[in-house]
């Protein structure tokens, strides 16, 4: 089976953009979940969703949101972005069980 | 809330000694209890989970890890490191019921020849 993918790779964005990243989770598996890395911060969970529902949600700004399509794509989007939201955006899938599988990330940089 | 401590955020060793990257969870209840490794401009590969049953985990690589209640801890070993190990290292913790990873902070493996 294919892994979890992340379009794109990398970004450059000025502050005050926004940005919308994806991720294909792996085939059969209906759960993807966000995290955000960062030195300073480490990990953090964004959300989660799963067959089109967000579940879970971590703590960061109503700037930051996502969806989850039918064919359990997910995409997430940062709207008025600042110097802090560089980071990298890891995106993880999961079937029903409680294994998360990662993607390589997409490396954001705002200037 | 669920926390996870890594102890060290550098660990250095020397190609074929032994590897112990340490971590501790913060629960009553033991959550789901994961390694993973990442590579420079990489994302996550998992290593090894403990979910139930047998405390002793072997995963990928040589790898392995023991889940300790009493001491609140999952600690990774490798009996002999290979520069191939030298990478970052994240113990990660699932609350039960949730679909969250809560990590620790890291920690940075070095081996020298």
């Known amino acids: 089976k294919a892994g979890v993918t992340q379009t794109p790779r990398y970004l450059i964005k000025t502050r005050g953009q926004q940005v919308t990243l994806s991720c294909s989770p792996i085939s059969g598996h209906r759960s993807v979940s966000w995290y955000q890395q960062t030195p300073g911060q480490g990990l953090q969970f964004l959300f989660e969703y799963f067959s089109e529902t967000q579940r879970n949600k971590g703590n960061f700004p109503g700037r930051f949101s996502g969806r989850q399509f039918s064919n359990s794509r997910s995409e997430m989007n940062v709207s008025t972005l600042e110097l802090g939201d560089s980071a990298l955006y890891l995106c993880a899938s999961g079937d029903s069980g409680e294994t998360q599988y990662f993607g390589p990330g997409t490396r954001l940089l705002v200037l | 809330a669920q926390s996870v401590t890594q102890l060290g955020s550098h660990v250095s060793v020397s190609e074929g000694a032994l590897v112990l990257l340490r971590c501790n969870y913060s629960?009553?209840?033991?959550?789901?209890l994961f390694w993973y490794v990442q590579y420079p401009n990489q994302g996550l590969q998992l290593l090894l989970k403990y979910t139930t049953g047998a405390t002793l985990v072997k995963g990928i690589n040589g790898f392995e890890a023991e889940f300790k209640k009493s001491e609140t801890s999952f600690h990774l070993t490798k009996p002999s490191a290979h520069m191939s190990d030298a990478a970052e290292y994240f113990c990660?913790?699932?609350?039960?019921?949730?679909?969250?990873?809560?990590f620790g902070t890291g920690t940075r493996l070095l081996v020298s020849p």
């Open positions: 629960s009553s209840v033991p959550p789901y």
């Open positions: 990660a913790a699932l609350p039960t019921g949730f679909q969250k990873l809560v």
